[in-house]
């Protein structure tokens, strides 16, 4: 391979991770291997002077793609010029003196206050147009919303989650691959929210880093007094130190000494000339600004040998690989595990049993393999599943390999439709978490959904269970006893069928008495004469229950439960009436929140807006997007939330 196609290689390598990184909060590779390979691509572009016109050298971010409205930046948001090297920060520096501060590990907002108080908040998106965030800013943790200054006043500051609130809200994350990786991902989809209600449960804080312009007359001199002067508004802003040539080293090391100890994420420190006019006296590269630089850590990294390769099925299908080598200390604690993410990141680093690696901390959270220093290439994905033992296949997913199991009714599948089963709208067998289902599953006790009635038979290996213990299992065996006794809906609801909620279920129990032989014989014909039930919902119900399996596990169900007296209906005001929803919401919690609201009602609610459509519910009235068009084209009414309500 010539020089010029690495060159070629190193910039759709990067673009794709990045990409995948800042829109989809996802990662395809390591921050180590991404600066390793970048730093490549600089070292061959200044080496052969090829650049390409796409190259991630050359752009500052990526485009921006959500749904969120969209708004161009006064002035580009620039990337900085970086550094690994002490030595290098402190020679930008020279004779001059600078503010060294914490380069924070999250979202740029750029914030714009008039009167006194905050009119707009917008994320730096590709570094020329970002995001309208301005009602998600609004219930950061910690920014004012008013301010004592009256003139127009633009900062720029790092929306970040912290480490203990990162591993607060993953703790409440049952679904191992629904875990937020780390907390930059958490921030920015937190930051990112169209509804400001999942913002203000994350608890975001804003640092602002930049002043970037007030009124003429303030005419601060210095970085240090504009953020003097920002502290005195109310804002918090990043912790930073004024340094020169005598006090660098030392001023260095108080941060080198700290950084393990901040419960913030940083992934290094920024240097920029304190005198305001030098600064911008210096001007700006095609990519960079001349007076200021970033400086990264170098990750603690532990050489050791890897002992084995764990594969883990999860429940969408994936057998995700996970490296055991033997224990190293990292960060001030002992690590023997790292995940392997996908089959591509397992064969770029060619693993091998007895291979020697080198392990590090993502964010120092994360345990991470950097390099294979052996590199034997001799792990081979396993051809069965871990837990079913039915055939796997690699697939391509874009430009990721995976491992899936082909078996549909894999156990580990099934997690959500167990998950679903014991679910308080359902069966409700309380205190079962989708972590005691999976290790139910995985020690057998589980597979098909009656087996939780049939639990009493494994109770000696349970109570010996890590975790578990005899007070464990009597509150287990006293909520499945409870659980016996079961709505028809309910019940109706616990199978999983397509398409099927509870207030669905609620309505079709209704109309064939609860009697499960008339409800299981139905044909769509039948179905659809229930108002609220459409030709689509009835096609996939009548082809659940032609499915032989299906019909067993309902008949074994019905022999371990007593069905209830159904709960007295509430009165159906929205029968015949269909609604579409959309933007956010304020008077519940969510969008499907106020979706089972209404079909509890008799409503039926679609996915757009037709002529079939009475309502759209639209807290903007006013707004210009596609359902609202096609609402006032077709004489659809919009309503509010708080005009819903008021039917």
């Not at 991404?34 to 050298?57: C, I, N, Q, R, W």
């Not at 419960?263 to 001007?283: E, K, Q, R």
């Amino acid at each position: 391979m010539t020089k010029k196609e690495r060159i070629e290689e190193l910039v759709e390598l990067l673009l794709k991770a990045g990409y995948a990184y800042e829109q989809e909060n996802r990662e395809i590779m390591s921050n180590y291997e991404y600066d390793m390979l970048y730093d490549e691509l600089v070292a061959l572009e200044k080496e052969t002077g090829y650049v390409m016109s796409k190259s991630p050298t050359m752009h500052v971010g990526y485009e921006v793609v959500s749904e969120l409205p969209k708004e161009r930046h006064a002035s580009p948001m620039l990337s900085l010029d970086k550094t690994k090297s002490p030595e290098a920060l402190k020679n930008f520096l020279g004779d001059h003196e600078g503010l060294l501060s914490w380069k924070l590990d999250g979202l740029t907002n750029v914030l714009t206050y008039r009167n006194g108080e905050l009119v707009k908040a917008v994320t730096r998106g590709n570094g020329e147009i970002g995001e309208i965030i301005t009602n998600n800013a609004k219930v950061y943790k910690n920014i004012p919303l008013k301010i004592p200054y009256t003139g127009e006043l633009v900062i720029r500051g790092e929306a970040i989650i912290t480490y203990s609130e990162f591993e607060r809200i993953n703790s409440q994350i049952e679904d191992a691959d629904a875990k937020y990786k780390n907390p930059r991902n958490l921030c920015s989809g937190s930051v990112r929210q169209l509804n400001n209600a999942i913002t203000a449960e994350r608890n975001v804080l804003l640092y602002v880093f930049g002043l970037i312009s007030t009124d003429p007359d303030m005419g601060f001199k210095t970085r240090h007094e504009g953020f003097e002067w920002l502290s005195s508004m109310g804002f918090k802003c990043v912790e930073s130190k004024l340094v020169n040539s005598e006090n660098f080293d030392e001023t260095f090391g108080y941060f080198k000494e700290q950084v393990t100890k901040n419960d913030f994420p940083s992934d290094g420190l920024v240097l920029c000339f304190d005198d305001v006019a030098y600064s911008a006296s210096l001007g700006r590269t095609a990519k960079f600004p001349r007076d200021s630089i970033a400086f990264k850590w170098q990750d603690e990294t532990a050489r050791t040998k890897m002992i084995t390769i764990e594969w883990n099925a999860s429940r969408t299908g994936l057998i995700n690989p996970i490296a055991v080598f033997e224990p190293v200390e990292l960060e001030g604690t002992t690590v023997s595990r790292a995940s392997v993410h996908n089959v591509s990141i397992a064969e770029g680093l060619k693993l091998g049993v007895g291979d020697e690696i080198e392990v590090y901390k993502a964010n120092m959270i994360i345990p991470q393999i950097s390099v294979n220093h052996t590199g034997s290439g001799t792990l081979k994905p396993p051809a069965t599943c871990p837990v079913c033992g039915m055939p796997t296949e690699i697939k391509a997913e874009g430009d990721v390999k995976v491992l899936i199991c082909k078996n549909p009714d894999c156990a580990a599948k099934k997690i959500k439709s167990f998950s679903l089963f014991v679910s308080r709208d359902a069966v409700n067998i309380e205190g079962v978490s989708e972590n005691t289902i999976e290790k139910f599953i995985n020690e057998g006790y589980l597979r098909e959904l009656p087996d939780f009635f049939r639990i009493s038979r494994f109770e000696d290996r349970i109570v010996k269970l890590e975790g578990f213990g005899r007070k464990s299992y009597d509150n287990l065996h006293a909520a499945i006893e409870k659980a016996r006794n079961v709505s028809p809906a309910g019940l109706l609801y616990s199978l999983g069928v397509p398409n099927i909620g509870v207030a669905t279920a609620k309505l079709i129990c209704r109309h064939f008495d609860n009697d499960f032989d008339r409800i299981r014989r139905a044909d769509v014909q039948e179905l659809t004469a229930i108002d609220g039930i459409g030709e689509v919902i009835a096609k996939a119900f009548v082809e659940f229950f032609k499915s032989e399996k299906a019909n067993a596990v309902l008949d074994e169900l019905l022999k371990e439960v007593k069905l209830t007296a159904a709960e007295e209906a509430k009165e159906q005001k929205f029968s015949g009436l269909t609604f579409v929803i959309t933007g956010s919401v304020e008077k519940f919690k969510n969008r499907n929140e106020l979706k089972d609201h209404i079909e509890s009602l008799g409503g039926h609610v679609a996915g757009s807006v037709s002529k079939n459509t009475d309502y759209l519910i639209n807290n903007d009235s006013m707004s210009q997007s596609t359902k609202n068009k096609t609402a006032r084209e077709l004489g659809v009414k919009v309503i509010t939330e708080e005009e819903f309500l008021n039917l």
